[in-house]
T-cell receptor
Framework: RKEVEQDPGPFNVPEGATVAFNCTYS??????FFWYRQDCRKEPKLLMS???SGNEDGRFTAQLNRASQYISLLIRDSKLSDSATYLC????????????FGKGTLLTVNP | EAGVTQFPSHSVIEKGQTVTLRCDPI?????LYWYRRVMGKEIKFLLH????????ESGMPNNRFLAERTGGTYSTLKVQPAELEDSGVYFC??????????FGQGTRLTVV
């Protein structure tokens, strides 16, 4: 089983749609969780951290379920500029800050 | 504030040659990471420095790869001799603590 697994995608949605990304992780000792976005031929950029209580940043909502080892990202009222690959990222615990990436899910928002 | 910078942005070399990639992390960031993305695969961890010390190098593919971070500032990743399968995008990232890491724009390495 892969350490971090995401929906394979790709997702094609119209502007204004709500889209959800799902991710599971295998290491129950993982301590920190993030969503990154990566535009074509660019570097990954931190979108948001994911907290146990769930957190929201504008149109973006992230949730974490430690018992199920599941992370989600919801984008509401999607914009053309949201088109990118969304990466689920998990950090190991302790003093090892290694980040483990999922393969990413490509989102295309269409006019 | 300057972000993570990497040099060169692109490199095309022949099999058997040597290439050295450089990364300048965000000033004050003790943690520096190297990652690699091979075509069609997920981004994979290579190694992690805390200041000048290698904290974890479990992701280094083999002994043709050598990373250094003398003085705990910039880092270099040398591939010698390069093989075809080393082609990919090499990302460097830095962080100050256990929060998210910030990535450089990457070096696209092509071995022909």
């Amino acid at each position: 089983r892969k350490e971090v697994e995401q929906d394979p995608g790709p997702f094609n949605v119209p502007e204004g749609a709500t889209v959800a990304f799902n991710c599971t992780y295998s290491n129950s000792a993982s301590q920190s969780f993030f969503w990154y976005r990566q535009d074509c031929r660019k570097e990954p950029k931190l979108l948001m951290s994911v907290y146990s209580s769930g957190n929201e940043d504008g149109r973006f909502t992230a949730q974490l379920n430690r018992a199920s080892q599941y992370i989600s990202l919801l984008i509401r009222d999607s914009k053309l500029s949201d088109s990118a690959t969304y990466l689920c990222v998990v950090r190991s615990g302790g003093s090892n800050y290694k980040l483990t990436f999922g393969k990413g899910t490509l989102l295309t928002v269409n006019p | 504030e300057a972000g993570v910078t990497q040099f060169p942005s692109h490199s095309v070399i022949e099999k058997g040659q040597t290439v050295t990639l450089r990364c300048d992390p965000i000033s004050g960031h003790d943690n520096l990471y190297w990652y690699r993305r091979v075509m069609g695969k997920e981004i994979k961890f290579l190694l992690h420095f805390v200041k000048e010390s290698k904290q974890d190098e479990s992701g280094m593919p083999n002994n043709r790869f050598l990373a250094e971070r003398t003085g705990g500032t910039y880092s270099t990743l040398k591939v010698q001799p390069a093989e075809l399968e080393d082609s990919g995008v090499y990302f460097c990232a830095s962080s100050q603590n256990a929060g998210g890491a910030f990535f450089g724009q990457g070096t696209r390495l092509t071995v022909v």
